[in-house]
């Protein structure tokens, strides 16, 4: 019963009873002086390659010891393993189906079939691999027990020094190569060797560490993957709601296009409608008076030829009344081609003005459409990540304050020194603000992604990024940092101080002679950054949302 009891307990350890050297089971276990347990042949083998620098350690935790120890064997653990090897004998599997070796396999040794059987076990005593039926002599011969077996992977061939033949069990540190032991005797006879267990050991360490570093790895790519799928799935979701709303916003459009051409169409047919009605009136008039007037010229032909006359003054006197109707309208009529041709003029222009803001705002729209880098570039880290942004910048010669003087091809600004000026951000047109401000910018627009650097020397200056359609007010509210649209670092012997809409905030940060800013347009972000050399330090980094209207460099000092 105690016996059985035993076995289950080994059953649930049986890693614990693995030598480190060899990873099978111990063979006669022996335990060394630092509390380690290894086969005996095992221990003994790796101190025969530490002879001849006269030191011995331990394979796992490298304890030295400059005396040989004895090795006394570990009965307790013998036995325990002993039970271990029964239990296993008694509930290994059946024989696994024996399956015929192909090209790419290591084919058995003792097969004399025609094709041999796939081996599953290699021995490294017997330098032979073996199929599953040819291996059991090496599980129930007791002398067989003690050969070392291991998983046939590759052609035991390839395990063989091609010089002595020999198996290869130790490994060359100085060469990076496994050898046999005869090895050792000649061209390996002054390396740093080791048996090829220990330095599977070491190797071990570094997989198992460089696996954890891949599944570090692989979990960061799985996040970055859930966060592209999510990333993917809200850019569907708003690229739909945005068609469904400018189609909806083009509908209205159209439709009230429709509307206005519907109007326009029943209003010019309602006055063509009133002035047929007008016309066939005066049309029913004029007959009506045309055949009056034709009757009094019959009668008064008539009374022409009448020899009597007192019957033709009396008969004239009624007939010399006229018989027009004064309230028919007298020509001339006339088409009014002139007001046609307003109502079509002014649908021409309406045509023309609504082609025109079309093709003003087409462009914005078209870009801001067009940007689909949903993925963000990674916060830059070293300088060389920004310089592949690097735009070069010219200052504008239309901008330059009084106080400031452009040379070296319109790159550098220098002030005058008994001028108490005063630093501002603008867009790309010179303001009037007024005698105390000192300023010049940049001639071009920024968009995009775009870095750029500015070395300055003095006492107090500022770099800033502002919208072109800034006011220009004649005050230091027109100062960078003073309105929402410019956003200014502030640099001074003292440090640096960040303003944006007349809030000011404290900068920390190494005060250095060149200071670098990074600019992402449509991600909405504007970093500063202080330059030493190649280290690059983040200042400071706002976050916002940029409108269509471009963005330019300013630069000032005070």
Same mark, same amino acid.
């Given at each position: ?11 649930? $350890?049986? @890693?614990?009873?693995c +030598?480190?050297v =060899?990873? /099978? ?5 022996? !335990?060394?002086? &630092? ?27 490298r ?6 120890p004895v ?12 039970n271990l ?16 070796? $192909?090209? @790419?396999?290591?084919? +058995?040794?003792? =097969?004399? /079939? ?5 081996? !599953?076990?290699? &021995?490294?005593?017997?330098?032979a ?13 007791p ?28 490994y060359?540190?100085?060469?990076k ?15 740093r ?8 050991? /070491?190797?071990q ?17 799985e ?12 850019y569907k ?21 429709k ?14 409608k ?17 055949t ?5 010229d019959s009668?008064?032909e008539?009374?022409?030829h009448?020899d ?15 018989c027009?109707?004064?309230d ?27 082609k ?7 462009p ?20 060389e ?20 003087t452009?040379?070296?091809?319109n790159?550098?600004?220098t ?28 001639s ?5 992604r ?33 309105n929402?649209?410019s ?11 960040f ?6 905030t ?16 449509e991600?909405?972000?504007?970093s ?15 976050k916002?949302?940029f ?12």
């Amino acid at each position: 019963m105690a016996e059985q009891q035993m076995q289950q307990g080994i059953d649930l $350890d049986q @890693s614990h009873f693995c +030598c480190s050297v =060899c990873l /099978e089971l111990f063979k006669e276990p022996v !335990t060394i002086p &630092c509390g380690h347990t290894y086969c005996k042949v095992c221990i003994e083998g790796c101190w025969d390659q530490e002879k001849q620098r006269g030191k011995y350690s331990c394979p796992q935790c490298r304890e030295e010891f400059s005396q040989r120890p004895v090795l006394r064997k570990n009965n307790i653990l013998a036995e325990v393993v002993l039970n271990l090897k029964k239990t296993s004998t008694q509930q290994a599997p059946p024989p696994a189906a024996v399956a015929c070796a $192909d090209p @790419s396999d290591v084919a +058995c040794d003792f =097969c004399s /079939e025609t094709k041999s059987n796939k081996a !599953t076990m290699s &021995c490294l005593t017997c330098l032979a691999s073996y199929c599953p039926t040819h291996i059991e002599p090496h599980y129930s011969v007791p002398v067989l027990k003690k050969h070392q077996l291991v998983s046939a992977t590759i052609p035991l061939q390839e395990k063989m020094c091609t010089k002595h033949n020999k198996l290869m069990e130790i490994y060359c540190q100085t060469d990076k190569k496994c050898i046999c032991y005869l090895c050792i005797i000649d061209e390996h006879k002054y390396h740093r060797t080791v048996s090829a267990a220990a330095e599977r050991a /070491e190797e071990q360490k570094r997989l198992t560490a460089s696996q954890r570093k891949v599944q570090q790895r692989e979990k960061e790519r799985e996040k970055e993957l859930n966060q592209l799928i999510q990333a993917l799935k809200e850019y569907k979701s708003c690229s739909g709601t945005a068609v469904k709303t400018s189609d909806k916003i083009f509908d209205e459009l159209i439709t009230s296009i429709k509307i206005k051409h519907t109007l326009v169409k029943q209003l010019m047919q309602s006055q063509e409608k009133t002035a047929v009605i007008q016309a066939k009136q005066l049309q029913l008039q004029l007959e009506d008076e045309i055949t009056k007037l034709r009757r009094r010229d019959s009668e008064l032909e008539q009374l022409s030829h009448v020899d009597d006359h007192i019957h033709f003054i009396q008969t004239f006197k009624s007939l010399s009344i006229s018989c027009e109707n004064p309230d028919v309208r007298a020509g001339p009529f006339a088409c009014p081609k002139r007001s046609f041709k307003a109502v079509t003029d002014g649908v021409s222009q309406l045509r023309g003005d609504i082609k025109r803001l079309l093709n003003e705002k087409w462009p914005g729209i078209s870009k801001t459409v067009s940007y689909t880098d949903f993925v963000m570039p990674p916060e830059p880290k070293a300088r060389e990540d920004v310089l592949r942004y690097c735009c070069p910048l010219t200052l504008d010669q239309n901008t330059v304050s009084e106080y400031l003087t452009i040379s070296q091809e319109n790159r550098r600004a220098t002030s005058e020194k008994n001028a108490n000026c005063y630093l501002d951000t603008y867009s790309r047109r010179w303001m009037n603000v007024g005698k105390n401000i000192r300023q010049v910018l940049c001639s071009e627009s920024l968009s995009g992604r775009c870095y750029w650097e500015v070395t300055w020397s003095g006492s107090t200056w500022s770099v800033a990024v502002s919208y072109k359609d800034i006011s220009q007010p004649s005050s230091h509210d027109s100062e960078f940092g003073k309105n929402n649209k410019s956003w200014s670092l502030d640099c001074s012997q003292q440090g640096y101080s960040f303003r944006h809409n007349s809030a000011s905030t404290s900068v920390s940060g190494y005060r250095t002679s060149r200071v670098g800013v990074y600019l992402d347009y449509e991600a909405g972000t504007l970093s500063f950054y202080s330059i030493s050399v190649t280290k690059l330090a983040l200042l400071h980094k706002v976050k916002t949302t940029f409108h269509s209207a471009s963005l330019s460099w300013p630069w000032g000092e005070g």
